[in-house]
Every structure is written in structure tokens, then in C-alpha cells.
């Protein structure tokens, strides 16, 4: 199974000096938005801002570049906003869900975009989703899933929040009931916080980021990650692909829990001239290595694991290379919501 895999691939070349100049002359005095698809606080919110901050000096002309959040289904109303509404002109950069490419694919009829067509600039780290809960649950391992009800927080039918719990619940057959309705990942740990739910799924970057004493101090347990790989910080947690009790089952929860490699990336609407994408994507490498940048990230506990432009648009090109009756499965249990 490919999905996932990161390709390596050669960066393009930036545009020759009169397009570098039309290029800076576009931007110098300009604004761009950073269209966010999230709540403020969290950490797609937190990490995008970062980027906001940093990435205008990396761009010809300098320009200023402010985050505006628009939140909702899971953040596929800022992605349709993007393909179908915003400029196509480089003056929007996009943050989004890392489900986003593969819920195109899955033809959920809210979506009204294309993921491909989108121009990404890069990645600034993959994501690892785990499914914990409070330390005053009655839970304690991923084992109690199977036997009793595990309530937990969650947002928009949309988000991998609530994606993730319910694939566990049609591939794995947990027990996990969703109480939706909560803002973002900051209403719902402090609602698991209060006891209103056992536990709720999230990025681990989120709980890093505004939480980091709670595995330390016992606060929460980690019941679960969904990824391909162990994250480094969670070594004795199951993934929920290791869980998958057969390889029919493995190869499903393969594909879906390989949106993470996907993770915090950023893109441009489609129809942006080739020499602004140019432009933005190598200003966004510019900024990985950035030693501001990077001690901004250090200051947010947050991870980079960069990909370029390139790079992720061949990952979200592996999607169209599935076998049939593989998509078939994962179409099934992805729409069960």
C-alpha cells in the first residue's frame, strides 16, 4: 500500500528575472489572507498563524499576510470557499483538514472542490490524531472500547474528530458513542475536562500545544493514535492500524489514517499564475528553515516535518492510484456517518 509514502521529487525551478519581477511588484504593498478552516486556539489554528507570521519576508515584495479563520463542516466550508470563491490571483493561502483530499474522493456531497486542482505549497508536519480519555473515565486501555461505551466529545461530521471514532467503530466494532455539536478540539477537551464526555479525539499537536502536562501528570490516557507509525511521544499506544484484526481491514484503515501524512499542509486556490505558485512555494521552504521561524515553533511546542509543494501534491496524487475494490471498502466505511 503506497498511500502516503512520500515521494521524492525534484523542486521545480523558480521563475526566470522578468517573472521574479512581476512577481514582487504583484505583492509589494499587497495582503493575503491565510483562510483557516478551524476554530481560533487549536492547533491547526496556532500552527497556521505561525506560518502567517513568517512567510511574508519570504515572498517577493514582502507582503502582509493576516489569518482569517473560517470554520465549519469539518473545514470543508473554507475549502469550498477557496475553490469556488476566493481569487485565484495568489492573494489566499489555504489551511485546511488533512481529510479534506480524501473526503473529494469519497464524493461527500457538501464537497464542492477538487483537491488536485488546488496549487499546494507545502507541508509544514505530519499529523497524528489520538482518541483519549479523562483520568476519571472508566476506560483505562483501548481493550474496554470493545466491551463498554466510551462517550466522547465531538465537532462537525466532516472533521477526522468525528471520522476517526466512527471508522473505529465499523472496521474495529468499538463502542465509541459521538456527542456532537462542540465548536473545535478546545470545547471538546474542556468538555471531557468537566466530565460532560469520557474523552474526545484530536490532534496530538493540539493537546501538545495547549495541554502538554496531561500525559505527564496522569490527566489523560491515550487509548489510541491514528496513524501508519507510532508517534515518538506515544511509544507503548496502539495504532488503530496495528489494531485492524485482518489485512483487508489494515489496508482500509492504511488508506484513511494516511491522511496524516497530509497533515498541517497549505495550498492556493487553482488558476493562480504559475510564477506566483513558484513564489509561494519555495518562500514557504525559505520559512521551514527559518530560525525565527523555528523558534517560534519551539515556543508553541510544535513539530516540523516539511514537505515541499511538490512533494505533497504527488501525495495527494496517490489517491487516484487506489485499486477499485479497495476505494470501494474504504468509501463504505468513510460515509458511515
Aim: contains cysteine; glycine residues 10%.
Amino acid at each position: 500500500m503506497k498511500f502516503a509514502a512520500c515521494i521524492a521529487i525534484g523542486v521545480l525551478g523558480t521563475a526566470g528575472p522578468a517573472g521574479a519581477q512581476d512577481v514582487a511588484s504583484f505583492y509589494a504593498g499587497a495582503t493575503i489572507r491565510m483562510i483557516i478552516g478551524y476554530p481560533t486556539g487549536g492547533s491547526n489554528d496556532i500552527y497556521a498563524r505561525t506560518v502567517a507570521q513568517h512567510i511574508g519576508k519570504h515572498i517577493p515584495g514582502a507582503p502582509r499576510v493576516i489569518p482569517v479563520n473560517m470554520p465549519g463542516a469539518g473545514s470543508m466550508l473554507a475549502a469550498n470557499h477557496l475553490f469556488t470563491v476566493a481569487p485565484r490571483d495568489g492573494s489566499v493561502i489555504g489551511s485546511v483538514s488533512q481529510g479534506i483530499p480524501l473526503q473529494a474522493k469519497l464524493g461527500y456531497p457538501e464537497v464542492r472542490y477538487e483537491a488536485a486542482k488546488f496549487n499546494w505549497i507545502g507541508r509544514m508536519a505530519q499529523s497524528t490524531s489520538v482518541t483519549m480519555v479523562w483520568h476519571t473515565a472508566k476506560a483505562r486501555t483501548f481493550k474496554d472500547a470493545f466491551t463498554s461505551e466510551i462517550t466522547l466529545s465531538a465537532t462537525g461530521a466532516g472533521s477526522t474528530v468525528t471520522i476517526y471514532p466512527n471508522v473505529m467503530n465499523e472496521v474495529l466494532k468499538t463502542r465509541f458513542k459521538l456527542i456532537m455539536g462542540y465548536k473545535g478540539s478546545a470545547e471538546g477537551m474542556l468538555a471531557m475536562q468537566r466530565g460532560e464526555v469520557d474523552g474526545h479525539s484530536t490532534t496530538w499537536e493540539a493537546v501538545q500545544a495547549v495541554h502538554p502536562d496531561w500525559l505527564p501528570k496522569g490527566q489523560v490516557r491515550v487509548l489510541v493514535q491514528h496513524a501508519i507509525n507510532r508517534h515518538h511521544d506515544l511509544p507503548d499506544v496502539p495504532t488503530s492500524v496495528e489494531l485492524a484484526a485482518n489485512p483487508d481491514d489494515r489496508a482500509v484503515m492504511r488508506v484513511i489514517m494516511g491522511a496524516n501524512e497530509v497533515g498541517k499542509s497549505y495550498f492556493t486556490p487553482p488558476g493562480v499564475p504559475a510564477e506566483r505558485v513558484g513564489a509561494l512555494r519555495r518562500a514557504f521552504d525559505a520559512t521551514m528553515k527559518d530560525p525565527a521561524f523555528i523558534e517560534a515553533v519551539k515556543k508553541i511546542r510544535g513539530e516540523i516535518g516539511a514537505l515541499t509543494g511538490e512533494q505533497v501534491q504527488a501525495l495527494i496524487g496517490e489517491l487516484d492510484t487506489l485499486p477499485p475494490s479497495l476505494f470501494e471498502r474504504v468509501k463504505a466505511v468513510y460515509n458511515e456517518r
